[in-house]
């Protein structure tokens, strides 16, 4: 299993931005969609965005849409999440992960068999 880690995780302002970075230990395939989730404690997780192949393949969850984006760096192993226009909602623990096998592009968390232990966003108003 490849161990994953974030970070860049923070406490931050409502509006403002922040960059989550994962590293990963180990090259990656490319074949093997890569993900970001977050949960806040008492529910249950929640996909944000995924990514396959490189940029240009990207999903995004309508909570997210259009104040997220999602970039992997396959040569570095590293997988980034930019988060902008932040909301109090926001806050929660972000994860990221990897899938093991080829099964595309997905949200669905069952997809994944990776996860890193995650990295807290915390935003105020």
């Known amino acids: 299993d490849v161990q994953l880690v974030e970070s860049g995780g923070g406490l931050v302002q409502a509006g403002e931005s922040l960059r989550l970075s994962c590293t990963a230990d180990e090259l990656l395939s490319e074949n093997f969609a890569m993900a970001w989730f977050r949960q806040v404690p008492g529910k249950e997780r929640e996909a944000m965005s995924c990514?396959?192949?490189?940029?240009?393949?990207?999903y995004y969850a309508d909570a997210v849409k259009g104040r997220f984006t999602i970039h992997r760096d396959n040569a570095k192993n590293k997988l980034y999440l930019q988060l902008t226009s932040l909301k109090t909602e926001d806050t929660a623990m972000y994860y990221c992960?990897?899938?093991?096998?080829?099964?595309?592009?997905?949200?669905?968390?069952?997809?994944?068999?990776?996860w890193g232990q995650g990295t807290q966003v915390t935003v105020s108003s």
């Open positions: 990514i396959i192949w490189d940029d240009s393949s990207a």
């Open positions: 992960a990897a899938a093991s096998d080829t099964y595309g592009l997905t949200l669905r968390p069952q997809a994944y068999s990776d």
